[in-house]
């Protein structure tokens, strides 16, 4: 809208050309042949009448000497400037002339005084002079006085100011001051504001181009969510169709975090999926790479990983995993036989006639084949190569784990090792004056056939002199001959699981029982067949029966798994081999087994043998991928050396601090798994922080800026707080937790108080001290001793911080000190208290010996228990297990998450509502309980999981509520989504 002093304004335009005319002095008609008449005529009204003229007119009559002296118009009001036009004087000629023209025409009426006679006026009342556009209409009676066109449209606007021309002005709908009619957005004051040739007031996408609609679906694409899918997102989910990963199902319900939503994914919680399309996902897979549905047998195992696809009868004498319809050699397990030098080959001329499937090892491979616990049978044929490594040791070791063996040599005194012999029970005594040559014969039952020394007498030996090729036989319990008169022997030990035989195979080619078979074949297929037999002697122990592993193996994310199983009844202990590794001995009672597995990256195989029956596991190793992680942290004062207190010449140093704390990491990412698979959960757990060199856990040695006797003068509170203030100190760690160490605790009996020491979690923190860690394992090799070791505090030698829950030993200080740090880490994973006194949340964590352990020895205040049963362990309340297995830290690869908001708490009348776009996956009820003469805390009493599909309103009603917790007159609620979001402390009034 353009300013009325604008200049180019229609009212500023009229008065500068009504001031450029008067200034060249524009002629105007007369109405009166002589002028000096008609001037003498008006001469007395001239001065009366000439601001009326010249306001109606808006122009001056005056002289042009008299114009030039008038005042110009006002700028800033141009619109009155006729009105306000100065009064001419000076039109009248001096009086003197008045009269003196007194000839022509009698004066005629001129009501308007403008020269023109009232019957010749064309614009009565107004000066038909005055005509600025000279078209003939005086100014008073001319619509557009200045413009000779007039108002050609009719529209009361002259064609000069005429915005729209041939149409009405006053046509403006929208205001705009643009008349529609030339207006191209009749219906917008604002016009196309996006120049997208689309007026405001039908813009389908203001600010946007509404031409470009790629997808044709009539939403322009700036305001088209999915430009170039004409359905948009029909399921509703923020996904356009074209990249909808599931169709009319929400792309972000994705429980296993796969990128592949629920409802179109075949394993939702598994995201390794089923990657042998078989329609069975990986983690319940049975055979893994094969189809599961195909099993000829029917007895649940696919036939590709069914060692005996055409019978379902899984009998296995010789316990070789290979059930005895589909074995050859159903009387052997696997045979791994070493024969370098050996002329004859009657151990593979035995094994021929058995039929037995055998690995021939040589002098470099026989120590790794025999470790690898592959074999269950041994065949030593001694000429004179020998094995490269440590192959008695190796020998020992197979035995000792319950395996078969024979083994032929000359003379026992040439073994490499006594201990060898005395393995094989071919003691010596003292020299005989002189040899005798072994003579074999077909009519003694060892070497015919059927292969059967079930009926053969093996005497104990009846005096210290007996001899074969010189060396005489000492007496040993357990060993037994069968002798010959020319002085040689066959020695069976161990339980009848070895023979051991005084002569070399290669010296007898006979043949004499005429069969067809070297008679020292069928003597080596004899006393192997026996020494296999005596591994599962009848009555004897089953192999041992793990739970929750299937046949077929398992994959676990952690690299020390707790394998929990059932024995034999009279079995003490059983030995676990895991790959090439020695073995390690663990113990049992009561029918009850748990080992330690240590497993490196990719596919495992364990062998866990109970005397001669044995249970072959394959467990595949994946390491998490899950970015958040709990990093480990050993905290020294500025002038401290990483010492800790340890009993007198016990190892202290900082080197054995961080063995200890980080076996202690590895233990405890193992005992979660295990409480959390005993909920139903499965084997889940945190990620420890690790070196990237070896994939070991990596304790980040801290050297605070706080030196020993700051630290020890610090409160607990003031520890926690220290610590909460200057982690970052710490190196960058992302998505980390944190479980401190405090290097510098010490015991001072002389406050009778362990000094910068303390137990306290939260805010993704853990602290602890290490007054206790003189009794903590470096080794998995030393977890048994450690935590069967009865021996009191008192009795150390030394004044050490006794943290044991009164109990007072060793085990028992091992048992609180990494129990506590368990139960931090709980509180740094956001885990309230429970009332439950036997949860790992409360005083539970005193007895996490009993996740490892099958007994308990005695303490200062509690009796030994000969064998723990669950009953006995401490858990996770149903609760803080479901915030563990949902919690973002236990997600056991990396996982994207759309919704990081808690879950929302209301009430309306009775009820209480939990509200996540997530879903929610569980709720805890907590209850105020006094913990102290002036102390209280809230505490979990309860709680509700939902396993299925998540509910993204969880409805609570106060009225069931009131019955569950009668008495009290609050609760405190808190809850987690599927996504791990958590919300706690919602007061309810009940």
């Known amino acids: 809208m353009r300013r009325p002093n604008d200049p180019s304004s229609p009212t500023r335009r009229r008065l500068a050309l009504a001031t450029a005319l008067l200034a060249f002095g ?86 308007d005084h403008d020269t023109v006679c009232d019957a010749d006026d064309r614009c009565p009342g107004h000066d ?82 509404d031409t470009l609609d790629t997808d044709h679906d009539g939403t322009p694409n700036g305001c088209d969510t999915c430009p170039v899918d004409a359905a948009d997102d029909s399921d509703g989910d923020g996904v356009c169709d074209g990249a909808d990963r599931c169709p009319g ?48 047998d029917h007895d649940g195992i696919p036939d590709a990983c069914d060692p005996c696809p055409s019978s379902g009868d899984h ?127 077909w009519r003694d039952p060892i070497f015919t056939a059927p292969f059967d020394l079930t009926t053969v007498p093996f005497p104990g030996d009846p005096a210290s002199t007996a001899t074969f090729h010189g060396p005489t036989l000492a007496p040993v319990a357990g060993r037994a001959f069968a002798r010959f008169d020319d002085g040689a022997a066959i020695v069976a030990s161990n339980g009848g699981r070895t023979f051991f035989d005084g002569f070399l195979w290669d010296d007898h080619p006979e043949d004499r029982d005429g069969d067809g078979k070297l008679d020292v074949a069928e003597l080596v297929a004899n006393q192997l067949v026996a020494a296999s037999r005596a591994r599962l002697t009848a009555g004897g122990p089953a192999a041992p029966a793990i739970d929750g592993v299937a046949d077929t193996g398992e994959t676990v994310r952690y690299d020390l798994p707790i394998l929990r199983g059932v024995v034999a009844a009279d079995t003490t202990e059983v030995s676990v081999r895991v790959g090439g590794a020695a073995p390690r001995v663990w113990p049992a ?156 605790t010490h015991w001072d009996p002389a406050q009778n108080k362990a000094l910068a020491h303390t137990a306290l979690g939260g805010g993704g923190v853990a602290l602890f001290g290490t007054g206790t860690l003189y009794s903590w394992a470096d080794a998995l090799d030393d977890v048994v001793a450690r935590l069967s070791d009865d021996r009191t505090v008192a009795s150390l030698g030394a004044p050490l911080f006794d943290d044991s829950g009164y109990r007072g030993t060793l085990w028992a200080n091992y048992a609180t000190g990494l129990g506590a740090v368990l139960h931090e880490l709980g509180h740094a994973l956001d885990l ?18 009993r996740l490892v352990m099958v007994s308990e020895p005695a303490s200062n205040v509690s009796a030994a228990i000969p064998a723990i ?63 102290g003469p002036t102390s209280t805390d809230w505490r979990v009493a309860g709680g509700e999981v939902q396993l299925g599909v998540p509910p993204a309103r969880w409805v609570v009603n106060v009225a069931s509520l009131r019955f569950l917790f009668q008495g009290q007159a609050t609760l405190h609620l808190g809850a987690v989504d599927d996504q791990g979001n958590i919300a706690d402390d919602f007061s309810v009034a009940l």
């Not at 390794?272 to 996902?281: A, I, K, L």
């Not at 958040?628 to 140093?653: C, E, I, N, Q, T």
Request: aromatic fraction near 4%; proline fraction near 9%.
């Open 26 to 111: 524009v002629a105007t008609p007369a109405c009166d042949a002589e002028p000096a008449a008609r001037d003498a005529a008006v001469a007395d009204s001239a001065v009366d009448t000439a601001d009326a003229t010249d306001a109606e007119a808006g122009t001056d009559t005056a002289a042009p000497a008299d114009t030039a002296t008038s005042a110009p118009p006002d700028a800033t009001t141009a619109d009155d400037a006729d009105a306000t036009a100065a009064p001419d004087t000076d039109t009248a000629p001096p009086s003197d002339t008045a009269g003196a023209d007194t000839g022509g025409p009698a004066p005629c009426d001129d009501a």
């Open 315 to 441: 009998t296995d004498r010789d316990g070789d995993g290979t059930p005895d319809a589909c074995d050859a050699c159903p009387d052997v397990p696997r045979v791994l036989l070493y024969d370098v030098n050996s002329d004859l080959h009657a151990a593979r001329a035995a094994l021929a006639l058995l039929g037995c499937d055998h690995t021939v090892a040589g002098v470099a491979d026989l120590v790794p084949l025999l470790d690898s616990g592959a074999y269950g049978a041994l065949v030593l044929d001694m000429p004179d190569a020998r094995p490269e490594g440590d192959w008695t040791r190796a020998v020992l070791d197979f035995v000792a784990g319950g395996g078969a063996a024979v083994l032929s040599t000359w003379r026992p005194d040439l073994l490499p090792a006594p201990d060898l012999a005395a393995t094989f029970g071919a003691l010596l005594g003292a020299e005989a004056t002189s040899a005798r040559a072994f003579t074999p014969t």
């Open 589 to 744: 009672a009561d029918r009850r087994l748990k080992v330690l597995v240590p497993l490196e990256p990719g596919q495992n195989y364990v062998s866990i043998r109970d005397r001669g029956a044995v249970t072959y596991l394959a467990l595949r190793y994946t390491p998490q991928t899950n970015p958040r992680k709990v990093r480990f942290v050993y905290a020294l004062a500025s002038d401290g050396d990483g010492s800790f207190d340890a009993p007198p010449g016990a190892p202290r140093d900082l080197a054995t601090a961080t063995r200890r704390v980080a076996l202690g990491a590895r233990l405890l990412q193992a005992m979660m798994a295990d409480r959390l698979d005993a909920l139903g959960y499965g084997r889940r757990t945190f990620r420890v922080d690790t070196d990237p060199a070896t994939g070991a856990p990596a304790v980040t040695v801290w050297r605070t800026s706080a030196t020993t006797a700051a630290w020890r003068a610090m409160s607990d509170a003031e520890l926690f707080s220290w610590v909460w203030q200057h982690q970052g100190e710490l190196p960058a760690c992302g998505d980390c937790k944190t479980v401190v160490m405090l290097g510098m």
């Open 832 to 849: 309230p208290h429970p009332t439950d006194d036997a949860a790992l949340l409360n005083r539970g964590f005193d007895h996490v010996n």
């Open 869 to 931: 049963w669950p009953s006995h362990e401490p858990f996770y309340v149903l609760a803080n297990g479901a915030r563990l297995r949902w919690h973002r830290w236990l997600a056991l690869d990396a996982a994207s998450y759309t919704v990081n908001a808690p879950p929302a708490f209301s009430r309306v009348g009775d009820e209480v509502r939990v509200d996540s776009p997530a879903g929610i996956r569980a709720v805890s009820y907590r209850i105020l309980v006094s913990t």
């Open 249 to 296: 199902h929400p792309d972000q319900a994705d429980a296993d975090g796969d990128e592949l939503p629920d409802a179109c994914d075949a394993c939702p919680d598994d995201p390794t999926g089923d990657s042998d399309g078989d329609g069975v996902c990986n983690q319940s897979d049975r055979c893994p790479g094969h189809p599961d549905q195909a099993d000829a």
């Open 128 to 209: 038909d002079l005055a005509d600025a556009d000279r078209d003939g209409v005086p100014n008073g009676c001319d619509a557009c006085p200045a413009l000779p066109g007039g108002d050609a449209d009719g529209d009361g606007v002259c064609d000069l100011d005429d915005r729209c021309p041939g149409h009405p002005d006053q046509l403006d709908a929208d205001l705009d001051g643009l008349p529609d009619d030339c207006d191209p957005c009749p219906g917008a004051a604002t016009g196309d504001s996006d120049g997208d040739g689309v007026c405001d007031d039908v813009d389908a996408c203001p600010g946007q181009d």
